[in-house]
């Protein structure tokens, strides 16, 4: 996640000798396509707009801060990921990304299918009327009760996570009399090049059964030797934020290579393989994001190559976007409060959220960008931390950006490409109350998830 130092914008040149920023950019009023919605644009009076309504009027409406999230574009998004992959594969969103039920409702008109990995995100989308079949449950300490849930419930699968989860996913299926739908999830050994906290695919893990040393064929072995499993699959998800298609090469490469050996030993060939989620989105103009086409191909034709090569019959390819979906068709909305120049260093712009609706930057160094939207400015560009109001000095939203040095108290700032991991990860620290998502579409704003009230702090504060 690091990017290449570059010289320093004008005001700071002489002190940004640590760290690691771009220049600013020619024009800071200049929206990067990239990073931004796709409806998102600047009206004649500079202010930046989304479906058509300009923040101004979205701040005065439902508060900052909050996240804006543009649903024609996640629609689209949708969309795009569904005819790149065509009928002869499945794409699953992976709900842990930003869920709700407007979501799930959306998913389901455009044709999606939702991966989902706790007993929550299952009460979600079931409740919001996601056909059951069209749900893959996932996690790697699945509990019995939700389990239970899921199998009464129906789901299209259950992906397997570990040699105990074959035999407690079988007794439940089996007390229930069905066949559970199950995949194996497998660890095939590659090195994700991202963060290590969202790289899933190397072995020194919690996640999955490794390829190594026989034990996912062992865990084949076990499960289609159980009555109340119906293995359909090999399940590997390498990690997040991904632009090299290298690590799918060999995942794909290495999950065949084991249908090959099933087929071999079993004489059956598993119908689907799920290639996971991981693609990476761009959250500055320095990101350079695939379009879901060129990953479709690309995925397809590296497991249909690798069949070819073991005589196999090209399974049903499945994958579960979420990032790639959902990332970048919101922005988070904040108000400027306090801003601290240190001369000679930065300036610290504080806002009125923080660590508590983006704990991403803290957690695994994650870069952002930022914009004034609120209004242009031609003033020359200063170097900022935008940080939150949270009792910690590692409340920081974006490390380093460039804002025009007019930028005042009570100015609207937005950072883009926050839907994914932002509202789903928020918490509430120092008592925060955890922002609303707001969906906007052809000039119309609702509410899909609420802002917190204190009340609602306080319900749970049984005294
Ligand atoms: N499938 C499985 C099995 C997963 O574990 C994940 C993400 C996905 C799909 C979706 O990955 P995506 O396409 O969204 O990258 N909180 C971290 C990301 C953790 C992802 C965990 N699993 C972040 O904020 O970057």
């Known amino acids: 996640m690091s990017r290449s130092a570059h010289p320093a914008g004008p005001r700071h040149a002489d002190v940004l000798t640590e760290g690691h920023y771009s220049a600013p950019a020619a024009d800071l009023n200049v929206l990067d396509e990239k990073v931004w919605a ?250 350079d994001p695939r379009e879901p086409h060129e990953i479709a191909k690309a995925l397809s034709d590296i497991v249909t190559r690798e069949c070819e090569a073991a005589k196999l019959r090209t399974p049903r390819i499945s994958v579960e976007p979420g990032r790639a979906i959902v990332g970048p068709t919101a922005f988070t909305l904040y108000e400027v409060g306090t801003i601290k120049p240190l001369e000679g260093l930065r300036t610290y712009v504080s806002v009125d959220g923080g660590m508590s609706d983006n704990i991403r930057t803290a957690l695994y160094d994650a870069e952002y960008s930022v914009a004034l939207v609120s209004r242009t400015s031609d003033a020359e560009p200063m170097l900022v931390r935008v940080v939150g109001k949270h009792c910690e000095s590692g409340d920081i939203v974006v490390k380093d950006a460039f804002l025009p040095a007019d930028l005042a108290p009570g100015d609207l700032i937005a950072v883009p490409a926050t839907g994914a991991y932002c509202r789903s990860m928020a918490s509430n620290y120092n008592h925060a109350l955890r922002p609303p998502v707001v969906a906007v579409r052809d000039g119309e704003a609702r509410v899909i998830v609420r802002r917190e009230t204190e009340e609602d702090l306080l319900r749970l504060d049984v005294g």
């Open 38 to 287: 796709r409806t998102v644009t600047r009206d004649e009076d500079g202010a930046l707009t989304v479906g058509g309504i300009a923040v101004a009027r979205l701040a005065e409406e439902f508060g900052t801060p909050a996240y804006f999230l543009d649903e024609s574009d996640f629609r689209a998004r949708c969309r795009a990921w569904a005819d790149a992959f065509g009928p002869d594969a499945d794409v699953f969103y992976a709900g842990k990304a930003f869920l709700s039920r407007a979501v799930v409702r959306w998913l389901k008109e455009e044709g999606l299918n939702l991966d989902v990995c706790s007993g929550g995100e299952l009460t979600t989308a079931l409740g919001a009327g996601m056909p059951a079949e069209r749900i893959a449950f996932h996690g790697n300490n699945k509990t019995v009760a939700e389990i239970e849930r899921a199998v009464e419930a129906g789901v299209g699968r259950i992906v397997l996570d570990s040699f105990q989860e074959i035999v407690r996913v079988a007794h439940i299926a089996q007390r229930h009399g069905v066949r559970q739908r199950v995949q194996i999830r497998v660890t095939v050994g590659v090195e994700a090049h991202t963060h290590e906290f969202i790289a899933t695919a190397h072995e020194d893990q919690k996640f999955g059964i490794a390829l190594a040393d026989g034990q996912a064929a062992e865990a084949v072995r076990r499960a289609l030797s159980l009555d109340g499993l119906d293995l359909v699959g090999i399940h590997s998800h390498i990690g997040s934020q991904i632009f090299d298609m290298a690590g799918f090469e060999v995942s794909a490469r290495r999950v065949v290579q084991l249908l090959a050996e099933v087929r071999d030993e079993h004489g059956v060939e598993l119908p689907e393989i799920d290639l996971g989620g991981g693609l990476g989105i761009a959250y500055t103009s320095e990101d």
